[in-house]
């Protein structure tokens, strides 16, 4: 069972690809949601606005992939897939890449634009640090507040992450634990009279 993932740990350094006067500036993004894609390239819309095409490709999810390759008026396929290829390359997700090309008066036929946004992307990617994440699963657990120093005990001993709490007459987390962890972890808290846990939907 694969527990971990590879993604970028922040937006990559604009990165510059020419071929035959036409200029492709290289973007990478680490992305959670379709709505955060837009947000980025609508930036670089804003910023690039002489430029001819805003070509891209993103991939989200860990064990549920979702992805996306957009041309923008270049040739079917010469664009968009070879910039998911680089994605796909280095094996990362939750990820967007960008390819904003100027026209520079030559045209460089489907080969050619196929190398250059495969280079513009890699670019891009090789520009950004990539880190390892594990996968993790989330759980809410409540229980009453004599309970506490029980339930901190496991959260210390398992090295379990508080993600978000609520400490009122009943106290509520929502804890992260590993996927590899996860049954074991469940099982603890299942044991313990007057707790309830619930695994949540990523």
């Known amino acids: 069972m694969n527990n971990e993932y590879k993604t970028l740990a922040a937006s990559s350094e604009e990165t510059l690809f020419k071929d035959r006067g036409s200029k492709f500036f290289g973007y ?3 992305v959670q949601s ?3 894609v837009k947000l980025q390239i609508d930036e670089l819309r ?3 606005s002489n430029a001819r095409h805003f070509c891209y490709a993103f991939q989200l999810g860990v064990e549920r992939i979702s992805y996306r390759a957009n041309d923008d008026g270049e040739p079917n396929n010469s664009a968009g897939m070879p910039i998911y290829g680089q994605i796909q390359s280095f094996n990362i997700t939750n990820v967007l890449v960008v390819s904003v090309r100027y026209f520079g008066g030559t045209k460089l036929g489907v080969g ?3 190398n250059a946004y495969r280079n513009s992307a890699k670019l891009a990617i090789e520009a950004s640090q990539i880190i390892v994440k594990t996968i993790n699963v989330r759980f809410r657990i409540s229980f009453p507040y004599h309970l ?3 339930v901190m005990r496991i959260i210390k001993e398992q090295n ?3 993600v978000n709490q609520n400490l ?6 929502i804890i992260a634990i590993r996927k590899k962890e996860s049954e074991k972890t469940h099982q603890i808290f299942a044991g313990i009279y007057g707790l309830s846990i619930l695994k949540l939907d990523v």
């Open 28 to 30: 990478a993004f680490p």
């Open 34 to 36: 379709e709505e955060e």
């Open 46 to 48: 804003a910023q690039h």
């Open 112 to 114: 050619g634009l196929i």
């Open 148 to 150: 506490m120093n029980k």
């Open 160 to 162: 379990i992450q508080i």
């Open 168 to 173: 009122e007459l009943n106290c509520t987390y």
